[in-house]
């Protein structure tokens, strides 16, 4: 059983896929790092803070006195609260997300299409036996 485990452990695909899991990561935290510290001020700047985690809606109240202006002592109290600017906060960060790896995957085809073009494509030789058979037939074509 033990070296039935470690043939799957150490497949190829089971090693590329580790590998990929961690540079993901890696890039996931470069994304997150590309839309909060570079898109996220700039719409900040153009359009104001696009910060709605604050907006809500309460469902429920809860009893006694509480300060129904803060989503956080409402929920504390035990009251119900529709939190819908959280939502559009989310969607929002995740279309910048989504636009900026649009144009990271972008230039990265950009730079393997350059790539592919500058190599040529020639067909590689047939191997001996191959060649030897092709003459053999255009010699009998001949006759």
Do not use: H, Y
């Amino acid at each position: 059983m033990f070296k039935e485990f470690k043939e799957f452990a150490i497949k190829g695909n089971m090693v590329d896929m580790a590998i990929g899991i961690v540079i993901g990561a890696a890039f996931g935290a470069v994304v997150k790092s590309l839309v909060d510290d570079l898109l996220m001020p700039v719409l900040a700047a153009i359009l104001g803070t696009p910060d709605f985690t604050d907006l809500f809606v309460v469902l429920k109240a809860p009893e006694g006195q509480v300060d129904l202006g803060s989503m956080d002592a409402v929920r504390a109290a035990g009251g119900v609260v529709l939190s819908w600017g959280n939502f559009v906060t989310v969607v929002i960060n995740f279309l910048l997300v989504a636009w900026a790896l649009f144009f990271v995957v972008k230039g990265i085809n950009r730079l393997k299409r350059k790539e592919e073009a500058a190599t040529p494509t020639t067909p590689p030789e047939p191997p001996a036996d191959v060649q030897l058979l092709t003459e053999i037939r255009d010699l009998l074509k001949k006759t």
